[in-house]
């Protein structure tokens, strides 16, 4: 699976973002399709998770009630919808795709995901 992951760029404290994640000459059927960050000096975190069988999805504390994931009816791009932005939210994002059937509490655990996006740039100025 190829994922292509995009949307980053400049905001400024408050604004919104969508970041795609696009799965490449397949469509996400029993995928769980999810979002980690990494902030210069950091450990990667999970953001938040989507199961596209089910709809099922998982955010983290940090980022629960500003962002939400949804999915293309077309079933090939999940989409990290990011409002209310912070400073805080400067990291790079990935998004990364398994075939395995995780239960919820596995989702947050990068060691599952078997195919990653090359990474997209997001930077908040306040």
């Known amino acids: 699976v190829q994922l292509q992951a995009s949307g980053g760029g400049l905001a400024q404290a408050g604004d919104s973002l969508r970041l795609p994640c696009a799965a490449s000459?397949?469509?996400?059927?029993?995928?769980?399709i999810a979002w980690f960050r990494q902030a210069p000096g950091k450990e990667r975190e999970f953001v938040g998770a989507?199961?596209?069988?089910?709809?099922?999805?998982l955010y983290s504390d940090s980022v629960k009630g500003r962002f939400a994931i949804s999915r293309d009816s077309a079933k090939t791009t999940a989409f990290l919808r990011m409002n209310s932005l912070t400073p805080e939210d400067t990291a790079v994002y990935y998004c990364a795709c398994t075939t395995r059937r995780l239960i919820v509490s596995s989702l947050r655990d990068d060691r599952w995901y078997d195919y990653w996006g090359q990474g997209t740039q997001v930077t908040v100025s306040s």
């Open positions: 989507i199961r596209w069988r089910d709809n099922d999805k």
């Open positions: 000459g397949r469509t996400f059927s029993t995928d769980t």
